[in-house]
C-alpha cells in the first residue's frame, strides 16, 4: 500500500490506539485497546513489555477470534508505520476466517 489516505486512515486509527493504551496502567486486566471487529474476529493491540528499553517492541497487534476464543495470529510492532501493514494483513486473515466459518481457524492452529 502506498502513501494514500486509507493508509493515512490506518496509520491514525492506530496511533490514536496507541495514546489510549498508553493511558492504561500497565497492571490493568483491560490493558489492550480494540482496533476493529470483522465478524467474530478482533484486532487488538497490547502494550510491549518495557516499550521504551532500545530493541523492544512498542505495541503487540493480535487477531483474536472470539467465535473459539483462540488468538489466531500476533505480531511485535516497533512503529506505527511499521503496524499498517499487519493491520490490513489482519484485516484480510478476518474476512477469509469469517466467509470460512470456525473451521478455518483450527485448520491455522
Not at 28 to 45: F, K, T
Not at 57 to 62: G, H, I, Q
Request: charge should be negative; include cysteine; proline fraction near 5%.
Amino acid at each position: 500500500m502506498s502513501d494514500t489516505p486509507l493508509r493515512t486512515f490506518t496509520e491514525l486509527r492506530i496511533a490514536r490506539a496507541y495514546v489510549k493504551l498508553s493511558c492504561i496502567p500497565e497492571d490493568s486486566p483491560e490493558a489492550s485497546v480494540s482496533l476493529a471487529s470483522i465478524g467474530s474476529c478482533e484486532i487488538r493491540m497490547f502494550c510491549g513489555r518495557q516499550a521504551d528499553s532500545e530493541g523492544m517492541p512498542l505495541f503487540w497487534l493480535e487477531l483474536f477470534d472470539h467465535d473459539t476464543k483462540t488468538s489466531v495470529d500476533g505480531f511485535s510492532c516497533h512503529s506505527i508505520k511499521d503496524a499498517v501493514s499487519i493491520f490490513d494483513d489482519f484485516i484480510s486473515q478476518a474476512d477469509r476466517l469469517n466467509r470460512l466459518g470456525p473451521d478455518a481457524v483450527e485448520a491455522q492452529s
